[in-house]
């Protein structure tokens, strides 16, 4: 039976907690469970049974939904997924080249951590500014190029300047948390290497990269549920409504803005949807990865035992 100590400190742990669940509640899980009551209704004027204009709301059912399948639609969730894959990959290779560059001991190491992470804390909305301001057709881009390359018009040369911007600004923050993740491996570690006579190549496929992997893991995770929800880069850098940058978010808020709700809230669903199912898979195999890690380690200190 559970002591009277076990019960109060149950009671405390939940007066503890309470305040930080009424907080998710109000701004997490009401403004949900509005936004998917919101996607099975549409608002504006209709003619009732009567032939009579009539302005209200009303229930849709998955009328809304059907938007899903369109093209604008598809097309968005290609160019998240595109912005996602790239964008991630490019900023995980160079974060790591990042933090094994700022992990070194040399003079000027302080200056250099502070260049590094100075795009990472620019605001979206001004990093965004100064790439269209290097991207205009007569732009410091086409000048360093000599080349004519409408970057922010709609097309490819749009995508790659969206990419290049967020690569850009993002990269640090993987930098730096991969930098937190070498400052932990002992030095002995490295110094044992080098006595085995490994190479800086081996030492770094051996020992670095397995060591600093849950750090990178949850650098990816948090940079891919970013990525999936990216609006205010292309934006500012691009413009509204172009076809070739256009994401789920910028959707949905393009349709928020003509008052269309309904199908706003359709899409925020399915954004929501896909962004929840990539965290669980992701999760269930960083999970999965993680566990798999603690228990070799186990059986490692056993058998030196």
């Not at 400190?9 to 007066?15: G, I, M, P, T, V």
């Not at 990178?216 to 995770?221: G, P, Q, S, T």
């Amino acid at each position: 039976m559970r002591t009277r100590a076990s019960r109060g400190q149950s009671w405390l742990a939940a007066a503890m907690l309470s305040p930080t669940l009424i907080v998710l509640a109000l701004v997490v899980f009401y403004p949900l469970l509005s936004a998917m009551r919101e996607s099975f209704y549409e608002s504006g004027q209709r003619l009732d049974a009567d032939g009579f204009v009539v302005e209200g709301e009303w229930f849709a059912g998955l009328a809304n939904y059907a938007g899903v399948a369109g093209q604008r639609f598809l097309n968005a969730a290609l160019n998240t997924t595109l912005f996602t894959v790239v964008t991630v990959a490019l900023e995980v290779v160079l974060g790591v080249a990042m933090a094994l560059v700022m992990q070194r001991a040399f003079k000027g190491r302080a200056f250099l951590r502070a260049g590094i992470l100075v795009p990472w804390a620019v605001p979206t909305a001004v990093s965004g500014l100064m790439w269209k301001w290097i991207f205009q057709a007569d732009g410091v881009a086409n000048a360093l190029l000599g080349t004519d390359i409408l970057w922010t018009a709609d097309g490819d040369w749009a995508k790659l300047a969206v990419i290049i911007a967020d690569v850009w600004k993002t990269a640090p923050f993987v930098g730096l948390l991969v930098l937190a993740g070498l400052q932990i491996i002992p030095a002995d570690v490295y110094e044992a290497a080098r006595v085995d006579g490994s190479t800086p190549r081996q030492t770094f496929w051996r020992i670095t990269l397995p060591l600093v992997r849950p750090a990178l893991l949850v650098a990816v995770l948090f940079r891919l549920m970013d990525a999936l929800r990216v609006f205010d880069l292309p934006y500012v850098l691009i413009g509204p409504r172009k076809q070739s940058v256009e994401t789920l978010s910028g959707l949905i808020w393009d349709e928020a803005t003509r008052v269309h709700y309904g199908p706003a809230s359709a899409y925020g669903t399915a954004l929501f949807v896909y962004i929840a199912l990539i965290a669980f898979v992701f999760v269930k195999l960083l999970g999965a990865d993680l566990l798999s890690d603690v228990r070799s380690r186990r059986k490692e200190a056993r058998d030196v035992a």
